[in-house]
């Protein structure tokens, strides 16, 4: 038996609210947090066999046809077993759910960087080193690598055109017109991409480092030619991906391959250099937004056109215009996307793909418009919220903005900021505050769960992943609630493709959407207790083991003996995406100090206030709000992936170069829940929180920065040169 | 990585025997591992130096004697360093991380290689890499290269902080040939500027150990040392100053100023110095130090913020010691 949930219509029946062991929606520690902690979570490169194998992928250097004239030399060097030119080795990573091989091959680099050879030897050391000495000739193509030199594609299902926003314009009492740059940014996660497979001539045995598994198992089998049903993926341990671990990448299809040639177990590491550039990089965009004001600063138009990049053959576009689909209301709209095929390293989804580039630069526009109309920033907001889609028309799920703005700004202390900027001074530093409002669209992906219930307790299995965020605990907690037991009594068994297939960890819909099957998998257990004792399952209390209903207690132990049973659940997006728009909302605020010296930015605290349905686990919630707001720092200051403007390759590409933020650069980061419950967002009321934290963030940063000091800073990030050069002087 | 040899000699001699064999030192090991996994550098013989009893920090007839393996941390925390030479306490602690400097050396910061990107990438030409390859850097990225001191055949940075504080000190590098032969090298003598030989860093020779460096006590005064970077840590020095300046009367009487993040080697310009000596401080007298420093200033393409940047600072930093 199944319990099927298509999401169709709102669920206003709150059970969540009315159960009885008292562990969904409190703090809760993440089952794996201890073993991360002691190293007994074991990462894919960790994965030991007697006879392993070690590849070393090989880049090409420049882009063209590619041709390896020392290959025999390179096979008989010390340890070496193997060089692979497989036809079937991938170009870069597959694009998030693609369920197909991405784009193969290694006689032709469309960029560089591409892998174009493995090398596999007895140890890793002898892998590198007969890699180093591969060498890959290039007979070089001539192509574009900057998105401003080639006509851009221009997809006619990404244009919007609602009204005439010239004319409003034309008309506006107050208007911003502005260009908004952001470069080229990387997941830049912990851990290395890595790969050890295992092939026993019949069945592939992939342990990877993997955000999507039931897709992935189908791209990898694609990409070497099996049927996934010999194909299985393991993924328990993620350290984190933020989109990069999405989709196959070149380290699984590779190491598959040369364990399918060699016939033992092979293990493939990405090199930090590697993982800049063979996986997917966030596009860099140019934004040219546009906003037209009546006197009141109520918005008449609204234009956001962006230009992002790709190589060709890839379907994904930064989405950058996603977010301002449904943020403000006003009657006149211009929306569009530019793709310009270029040859740099493919881009794909980075956290919060869309809204976290493109949210960032429309709010630093918004307070650059609260200025000209001298409306408080946060009062702007509010009097642009729509009533429904301003597009669509359709009605909002649930709407938390203004809660989110109000909240945020009185535990802020909004109100005591200077509307003017460079007011405030210490030294000499200029203190500033800012905001921003988030938005982020919200999604449910179909995914299965299924829980085996004895009386000694329950185990939770999906091929669902974990990749840092806290899949292992809320499932715990979603079980643990509707089941009555002890956290303790909840084993959770993640990241392996034999279990029924999960959403996969992306697109903050993880939570709800695993987390929605395992809560059906529990209705179903609660239903066959109930028709065990002869009541309706509403009448059930379950708790610490015993159920009881009416006045008569049943313990598990007595239910069941030496029974097993299993709940198995399964839930698909519906109809509800089709009556109703969904997203999570928020605010952030900001306070920084800037250099009047060297345009040095510090950034003094955060604090975030988000609505994202019912919070499953305040703990790991927050966690998340932290690590994107902490994102937004970097995108507003520190980060840039750098690409040569004559090929573009990836030039800082290890985390000496690449700037993320440091403990130095991170403040005290306040994160304030909004109180809320989406009927439409399923039986828990639960939303996605994993990318709400980062859409937006990095403008209250750089509005900050201009009620500092003054100095407008449109193109991220925004380094000490450029604060200097925006800054009166 | 190539494989090579290792060795851990208890002796001087012992190294010494090695260095004439053609051996390359390793001190702490956080540049020049990183250069061999990517075989920018490729020695067959490693000589590990932390055996040798050099890790001492001792009183000196001239100042302070530092061994050359007394880690980064170690002689930023030292009391003596604190207190005379706050400017170096400084470097040091604004440069790398804890865990960096728990690791890295007094003369293996010395030796650091640049961090221009190109250097570390085997797949471009790079003059400083293999010579007479052709500069990547010249029409590439150029953020972190160096706007003073350099060459149409290099432009790389040197990136080291510490050494920008000890150019300011006038230190000496203490050195011992490979016959045992010790002799002192002024700072100021020890950076090479690229030239046509980029490859060539320093004025040691081969087989050439480096045994300590030498502190003169500093002239009084006030110190400092002022870093702008990218990110409040944890990241090379667009431009940085380490400043010594002793005023009487209302006139600086004496200062010391070197560059960081500028120049191919830690920069240093006695013109400057020799313009201010005498005077009294004004906003005027600054501007025309800034004039001189980068009169010789070559700007490429995307490094024009540094003229703004360094001015800027060299105008704080003598206002602030000045006061
Ligand atoms: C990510 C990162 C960030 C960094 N950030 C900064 C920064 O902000 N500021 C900064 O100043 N530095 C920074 N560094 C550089 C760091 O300071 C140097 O790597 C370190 O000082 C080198 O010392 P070491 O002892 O590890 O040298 P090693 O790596 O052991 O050696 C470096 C070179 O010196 C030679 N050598 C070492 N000792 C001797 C000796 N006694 N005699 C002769 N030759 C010798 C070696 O042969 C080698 O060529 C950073 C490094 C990294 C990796
Ligand atoms: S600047 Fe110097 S180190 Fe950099 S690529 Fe050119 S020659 Fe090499």
């Known amino acids: 038996m199944t319990f099927d949930l298509k999401i169709d219509e709102p669920h206003p029946d709150h059970r969540a609210d009315g159960l009885a062991q008292g562990v969904l929606g409190h703090e809760s520690d993440r089952p794996d947090g201890w073993l991360k902690v002691a190293g007994a979570a074991t990462y894919a490169a960790e994965e030991q066999a007697d006879d392993m194998l070690h590849g070393f992928l090989v880049r090409a250097p420049k882009i063209g046809a590619v041709t390896c004239p020392n290959l025999d030399a390179v096979r008989a060097m010390d340890g070496v077993r193997s060089v692979l030119r497989d036809p079937r ?8 759910t693609a369920n197909e091989a991405p784009v193969q091959g290694v006689d032709r680099a469309a960029y560089v960087g591409q892998p174009v050879a493995l090398v596999v030897a007895a140890t890793f050391e002898q892998a590198r080193h007969a890699a180093q000495a591969l060498v890959v000739s290039v007979e070089e193509d001539d192509v574009p690598v900057l998105p401003d030199t080639v006509t851009p594609e221009e997809p006619e299902d990404q244009n919007t055109r609602i009204g005439d926003l010239d004319r409003a314009m034309s008309e506006a009492a107050f208007k911003v017109d502005a260009i908004y740059t952001t470069p080229s940014m990387v997941s830049a996660a912990m851990e290395p991409h890595a790969a050890t497979a295992h092939w026993d001539g019949e069945t592939l045995t992939l342990r990877g480092s993997l955000q999507m598994l ?30 990069s671990k999405l989709g196959i990448s070149a380290d699984c299809v590779a190491a598959a391959l040369a364990a399918m040639e060699l016939g033992q177990p092979v293990r493939v590491v990405q090199h930090r250099r590697h993982v800049f550039e063979v996986n997917t990089r966030r596009s860099e965009t140019r934004q040219h937004i546009r906003l037209a004001a009546d006197a009141e600063g109520r918005l008449t138009g609204l234009g956001h056109e962006a230009l992002v990049s790709n190589l060709p053959e890839e379907e994904f576009a930064e989405p950058v215009i996603q977010g301002s689909h449904f943020a403000y209301a006003a009657s006149n709209r211009h929306l569009g996307m530019k793709v310009a095929r270029i040859h740099r ?39 642009n919220i729509p009533e429904t889609d301003p597009e669509s028309g359709k009605p909002f799920s649930s709407h938390r903005l203004e809660a989110a703005l109000r909240q945020g700004a009185d535990a802020f202390g909004w109100s005591r900021r200077h509307a ?32 085996t219930l004895t009386h000694d307790g329950a185990t939770i299995r999906s091929d669902m992943t974990d990749i840092g965020t806290g899949s292992y605990a809320i499932f715990g907690q979603i079980a643990a609630e509707l089941l009555g037991l002890p956290l303790s009594q909840i084993d959770v068994q993640l990241g392996d493709t034999r279990f029924p297939p999960g959403s996969g960890s992306g697109g903050s819909f993880g939570a709800a959407s695993t987390g929605t099957a395992v809560w059906l998998a529990g209705m179903e257990i609660r239903q066959q207790i109930a028709d065990r004792l002869g009541c309706a399952e509403a009448e059930l209390t379950l708790k610490d083991g015993v159920a009881t209903v009416a006045n008569q207690r049943t313990t598990l132990h007595d239910l069941l003996s030496d029974e097993t049973i299993e709940g198995h659940g399964h839930v698909k997006p519906g109809d509800a995406f089709e009556k109703v728009r969904q997203a999570t909302f928020g605010a952030h605020f900001a306070e920084v100090a800037v250099s009047d010296v060297t345009g040095e930015v510090r950034v003094r605290r955060m604090l975030g206030s988000f609505a994202a349905g019912r919070i499953l686990n305040p703990r790991t919630a927050r966690s998340q709000c932290h690590g994107g707001m902490t994102w937004g720092i970097g995108m507003a200051l520190t980060e840039e992936l750098t690409h040569d403007r004559r090929d573009g390759h990836a030039v800082n590409r290890d985390l000496a170069g690449y700037h993320l933020p440091v403990n130095a650069d991170v403040p005290p980061l306040d994160v304030h829940f909004v109180e809320e419950l989406d009927d439409w967002a399923g039986p828990m009321q639960a939303k996605g929180i994993g990318e709400l934290g980062i859409c937006g963030a990095g403008a209250s940063i750089l509005n900050a920065i201009y009620n500092a000091c003054g100095a407008r800073v449109r193109d991220m990030p925004a380094t000490p040169d450029r604060v200097l050069a925006a800054m009166p002087l | 990585m190539r494989p090579f040899d290792y060795q851990r000699p208890e002796t001087l001699s012992g190294a010494h ?29 490693l000589v590990d130096i932390s055996r040798l009893g050099l890790d001492q920090i001792n009183t000196h007839e001239e100042g302070l004697h530092v061994g050359a393996t007394v880690t980064n941390s170690d002689l930023a925390a030292d009391m003596r360093v604190r207190q005379a030479y706050p400017v170096l306490a400084r470097a040091l602690l604004a440069g790398a991380s804890g865990q960096l400097r728990n690791k890295a050396t007094t003369g293996g910061n010395l030796l650091q290689r640049t961090r221009c990107p190109y250097f570390y990438d085997t797949d471009t030409p790079c003059n400083k890499r293999s010579p007479g390859s052709g500069c990547a850097a ?12 350099t060459s149409d055949h290099c432009v790389a940075l040197h990136p080291s902080d510490m050494a920008v504080a000890l150019r300011a000190l006038d230190a000496k590098v203490e050195v011992e040939d490979s016959d045992g032969t010790r002799r002192a090298i002024a700072l100021d003598e020890f950076y090479r500027l690229p030239g046509d030989r980029p490859d060539q860093e320093t004025t040691l020779n081969a087989g050439d150990l ?24 944890y990241a090379f020095a667009l431009v940085s100053v380490a400043a010594m300046v002793r005023m009487d009367n209302g006139r600086i009487s004496n200062v010391a100023l070197a560059f960081g993040g500028v120049g191919t080697r830690p920069w240093r310009d006695r013109d400057v110095e020799n313009l201010l000596i005498g005077e009294a401080p004004s906003q005027k007298l600054f501007d025309t130090a800034g004039d001189i420093l980068m009169k010789d200033a070559v700007l490429y393409d995307g490094l024009e913020f540094k003229d703004t940047l360094v001015r800027r600072l060299l105008t704080a930093t003598l206002t602030e010691l000045t006061q």
């Open chain 1, 89 to 96: 080795m991938i170009r870069n990573a597959a694009q998030g």
């Open chain 1, 214 to 243: 039931k897709f992935n198992r189908n791209e990898l089998a694609d990409s070497v030619g099996l049927d996934p049903k010999h194909v299985r993926v393991l993924a328990p341990y993620v350290g984190g991906g933020f989109g």
């Open chain 1, 345 to 383: 390293p493919a881009a794909g989804s980075v956290r919060a793909p869309g809204e976290s580039v493109g949210v960032t630069a429309f709010e630093v526009a918004m307070d650059e418009l609260a200025l000209s109309a001298e409306v408080d920033p946060v009062e702007l907001r509010l009097r």
């Open chain 1, 420 to 451: 003017a900027p460079r007011q405030q001074r210490e030294g000499e530093w200029w203190i500033g505050t800012g905001m921003a409002a988030a938005f982020r669209v919200n999604m449910v992906i179909e995914a299965e769960a299924r829980i």
């Open chain 2, 17 to 45: 025997v090695a260095a004439r064999d053609g051996a390359t030192f390793i001190a702490g090991g956080t540049n020049l591992i990183d250069l061999m996994k990517l075989e920018v550098m490729a020695p067959d013989t």
């Open chain 2, 138 to 149: 010249l029409g590439g990225e150029m953020r972190n290269h160096a706007v003073l001191g």
């Open chain 2, 210 to 233: 480096i045994t300590g460096a030498i502190l003169p006590a500093p002239f009084g005064g006030r110190q400092t040392y002022r870093k702008v970077r990218d990110r409040a840590s």
